[in-house]
Nanobody, 114 residues
């Protein structure tokens, strides 16, 4: 199983970006997936998750601005980010839990200029 994150880039404060995490390999479905980020000089932190039943949870710092979703047919997880702030600058990673194993993508850089 491999995860390929994409969609990062440079955006002005207040702008939007949509990250994608394409899953390849022998999996039958995407049930639990999450996005994390690592800001410069800080530990990796959890940002958002989508649960097997479809419910979603968000870190307080992104609640109301970010939306996680998934497309079963495309085996892709998304993170729609709006109203971006300079403090959202980070490398964003996707994570998948599948059959008790954990898989990570390689990360995509998001830079928000003020």
């Amino acid at each position: 199983v491999q995860l390929q994150a994409s969609g990062g880039g440079l955006v002005q404060a207040g702008g939007s970006l949509k990250l994608s995490c394409a899953v390849s390999g022998s999996i039958s479905s995407i049930n639990y997936a999450a996005w994390y980020r690592q800001r410069p000089g800080q530990e990796r932190e959890w940002v958002a998750r989508i649960n097997p039943g479809g419910s979603t949870d968000y870190a307080d710092s992104v609640k109301g601005r970010f939306t996680i979703s998934r497309d079963y047919a495309k085996k892709t997880v998304y993170l729609q980010m709006s109203s971006l702030r300079p403090e959202d600058t980070a490398v964003y990673y996707c994570k998948l839990l599948y059959r008790s194993s954990e898989y990570w993508g390689q990360g995509t850089q998001v830079t928000v200029s003020s």
